[in-house]
C-alpha cells in the first residue's frame, strides 16, 4: 500500500523558512516523480514542485522559483520541500503526490497535508 506522510508545516513570519518531508512507503523508491502541490482557500489544488528520480530533474512554479529547493534522500524514502523567503500568499495545505512516473504525468497518490501559515 503506497502511503505519503507530510510533516513539517507550522506558522512562520514573513521572510522565515520551513522545511516540509514526505515520507513515502509501499512502492520502489528509486524510480518515483514525487510532486508538492498547495491548496489556499478559496483556491483550486496548484502544483509547486516536482522531482524525477530517473533523471533528477526538478521542476518549480514560477512563484516559488528561487525561495524553493525540492530535494530526496532515498536511503530514507523522503523528499523534501525547503521553503525560504515565506511570503504570506504562500500560506496554504501542502500535499505531497506521487505521479504516474514523470512529474507531467497525472497524481496516482496523494497524502493527507500539511498546513503552511505565513503572518505578514
Known amino acids: 500500500e503506497v502511503q505519503l506522510v507530510e510533516s513539517g508545516g507550522g506558522l512562520v513570519q514573513a521572510g522565515g523558512s520551513l522545511r516540509l518531508s514526505c515520507a513515502a512507503s509501499g512502492f520502489t523508491f528509486d524510480d518515483y516523480a514525487i510532486g508538492w502541490f498547495r491548496q489556499a482557500p478559496g483556491k483550486e489544488r496548484e502544483g509547486v514542485s516536482c522531482?524525477?528520480?530517473?533523471?533528477?530533474?526538478?521542476y518549480y512554479a514560477d512563484s516559488v522559483k528561487g525561495r524553493f529547493t525540492i530535494s530526496s534522500d532515498n536511503a530514507k524514502n523522503t523528499v523534501y520541500l525547503q521553503m525560504n523567503s515565506l511570503k504570506p500568499e504562500d500560506t496554504a495545505v501542502y500535499y505531497c503526490?506521487?505521479?504516474?512516473?514523470?512529474?507531467?504525468?497525472?497524481?496516482?497518490?496523494w497524502g493527507q497535508g500539511t498546513q503552511v501559515t505565513v503572518s505578514s
Open positions: 503526490a506521487l505521479m504516474d512516473y514523470y512529474c507531467s504525468g497525472s497524481v496516482d497518490y
Open positions: 522531482i524525477s528520480s530517473s533523471d533528477g530533474s526538478t
